[in-house]
Nanobody, 121 residues
Framework: QVQLVESGGGWVQPGGSLRLSCEAS????????MGWYRQAPGKQRELVAA???????NYGSSVKGRIAISRDDATNTVALQLSSLKPEDTAVYYC???????????????WGRGTRVTVSS
């Protein structure tokens, strides 16, 4: 089993910045992709950005140019830097990974519980 724990959410004013972090733990032997999704009130969950182990980083269109994503393989951590935040960025941000574990030979999707980001004056 893989556990994903997010941190860094909170309240910021428009134009502010926030850094989210997620650490994966458990019997992980391989990670295919790790990144972030978000879900705003009344909307469906959407991709923010994700970093595959092989291939190019995937970006959603909603925050293009205002985010930076990084991944630390030593700690199985993915971080998301949010800048120039707008009220429409308000959402619950979820960490995501597709991973294999010691006793599981197939790829499995794992989700964190989410961290809330509120952008308002």
């Amino acid at each position: 089993q893989v556990q994903l724990v997010e941190s860094g959410g909170g309240w910021v004013q428009p134009g502010g910045s926030l850094r989210l972090s997620c650490e994966a733990s458990g019997s992980i032997i391989s990670i295919d992709i790790m990144g972030w999704y978000r879900q705003a009130p009344g909307k469906q969950r959407e991709l923010v950005a994700a970093i595959p182990t092989h291939g190019s980083t995937n970006y959603g269109s909603s925050v293009k140019g205002r985010i930076a994503i990084s991944r630390d393989d030593a700690t199985n951590t993915v971080a998301l830097q949010l800048s120039s935040l707008k009220p429409e960025d308000t959402a619950v941000y979820y960490c995501y990974t597709k991973a294999k574990t010691i006793l599981k030979g197939t790829w499995v999707d794992y989700w964190g519980r989410g961290t809330r980001v509120t952008v308002s004056s």
